[in-house]
């Protein structure tokens, strides 16, 4: 079983998913990574979360149709979403808060804004 105070990350870029989880990890989170939305939806029917990080531009199924499974779960449906892109146009942003998303974080990753994003994301959950 993961430690509830973990983060699971779906992100399909290595070099993406590192440094996000170098910054998690020096602010105290441990970090659970997926390369692809599914990988991603089972490690959740598995293990607790506190959060998810999700890419928006992934292969197979997308992160709006990922965040759309995950808020239609019952389980599930609370868990805060950070979506991650770096699609920043408004229709695009429409369409990710549309899906469920809890809210947007820009790449590249700004970090004090992720982990502002993220502790408010987790004290609202709480």
């Known amino acids: 079983m993961v430690d509830a105070q973990c983060i699971l ?5 290595a070099d993406n998913a ?3 989880t170098w910054m998690l990890e020096d602010a105290g ?21 506190k959060l998810v990080l999700m890419d928006i531009s992934l ?3 997308d992160g709006k149709q990922a965040i759309q499974l995950i808020r239609a779960n019952e389980q599930q449906k609370h868990l805060p979403v950070i979506a ?11 369409a990710i808060l549309a899906s469920g998303a809890d809210c947007i974080v820009t790449k590249p990753i700004d970090e ?14 709480v």
């Open 9 to 13: 990350m779906i992100e399909d870029n």
């Open 59 to 61: 292969p197979g199924m």
């Open 18 to 20: 590192d440094l996000a």
């Open 29 to 49: 989170y441990c970090v659970t990574t997926a390369q692809t939305a599914e990988e991603g939806l089972a490690l959740l029917d598995k293990n607790p979360y």
């Open 84 to 94: 991650l892109t770096a699609h920043a146009i408004l229709n695009e942003r429409d």
């Open 112 to 125: 004090s804004l992720l982990l502002s994003r993220l502790e408010e994301m987790i004290a609202q959950a």
